[in-house]
């Protein structure tokens, strides 16, 4: 489902020819500003966002996780589902998914077959009924809840737009919530178009992404929704593992794979409003050292 993006400030430093002399600086401030946030880990911030440095990539790159590709649980077609238990042949049960519209694999979403051949398996995605996907079967909240509190979240994000949010609770408490309103003037042009599918649905971003829990947080609640009734919440391949990144050998906490978004800040108390504001800051922060 379409969403004109739109070219931010950041974006355009990003995109700027090479030869530009202050595409180096900009460079050279983005690792600064990225070493700056995994050294300082502001307290209210639980969560670090990142993608995947690789275009195509849609799976996560870190070991021992859980992840569940919705392909097997789809037993009746594209429909709404509930209760659906996510069990991992490893670990065993990983948790349960409240409600959830999986949709047949298209131009939008679904992860895992090779191009080339016919698209198969199927996806989850949250949208709006009457006229979300799924039409009056359109599922606009699921919430995952999990059965050990976790500290990594991943899922590839597809035909992503600027109205999908994740909100992390621990218990009953969110702990972090994140917009994805500024999150594809962020990326490259490289992530738009379906990788999967020949690249269709070319004016949208496709794109691994990451959530990191910082200073011992973890969460055992992650609810996806929409904000928007023309859109819909691609995703697919969701990802889960208990132990922090870092807790297993071979593994550095301040060298969090994949390209920094920013920090997740904990939900205002007093609003709902998705929030994402780390992304503004750096992009703030970057227009402002351009005019300078
Ligand atoms: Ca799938
Ligand atoms: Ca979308």
């Given at each position: 489902m379409k969403v004109h993006r739109t070219s931010s400030p950041f974006s355009r430093l990003l995109l700027a020819p090479r030869h530009q002399t202050g595409r180096i600086r900009v460079y050279f401030w983005l690792v600064l500003t990225s070493a700056t946030i995994l050294a300082s880990q502001p307290l209210n911030a639980t969560l670090i966002l990142t993608y995947a440095g690789s275009t195509t990539a849609v799976n996560s790159t870190i070991s021992d996780t859980a992840v569940i590709d919705f392909n097997a649980l789809t037993t009746s077609g594209a429909g709404a589902y509930s209760n659906v238990t996510w069990t991992d042949p490893t670990l065993g049960n990983i948790g349960t998914i409240d409600q959830v519209y999986m949709q047949y694999a298209n131009q939008y979403g679904a992860a895992n077959y090779t191009v080339g051949t016919s698209p198969t398996g199927y996806y989850p995605v949250q949208s709006d009924p009457?006229?979300?996907?799924?039409?009056?079967?359109?599922?606009?909240v699921t919430t995952l809840t999990l059965s050990t509190p976790s500290a990594y979240f991943g899922l590839w994000w597809s035909a992503g737009d600027a109205h999908n949010v994740l909100t992390f609770y621990n218990g009953n408490d969110p702990i972090a919530q994140y917009s994805t309103t500024t999150l594809p003037g962020l990326l490259p042009d490289s992530y738009f178009g379906n990788p999967q599918n020949y690249r269709h649905d070319s004016g949208e971003p496709f794109a691994f992404l990451n959530f990191y829990a910082l200073q011992g947080e973890q969460f055992t609640k992650v609810v996806l929704s929409n904000n928007s009734t023309a859109t819909g919440f691609e995703s697919d391949n969701w990802t889960v593992r208990a132990k922090a990144y870092g807790y297993y050998p071979g593994e550095d906490p301040q060298n969090l794979p994949g390209v920094l978004v920013g920090t997740v800040p904990v939900p205002e108390p007093s609003t709902t409003t998705a929030l994402g504001l780390s992304a503004l800051v750096i992009a703030g922060a970057l227009a402002s050292r351009r005019r300078v």
């Open positions: 009457p006229n979300g996907v799924g039409y009056s079967q359109a599922i606009p």
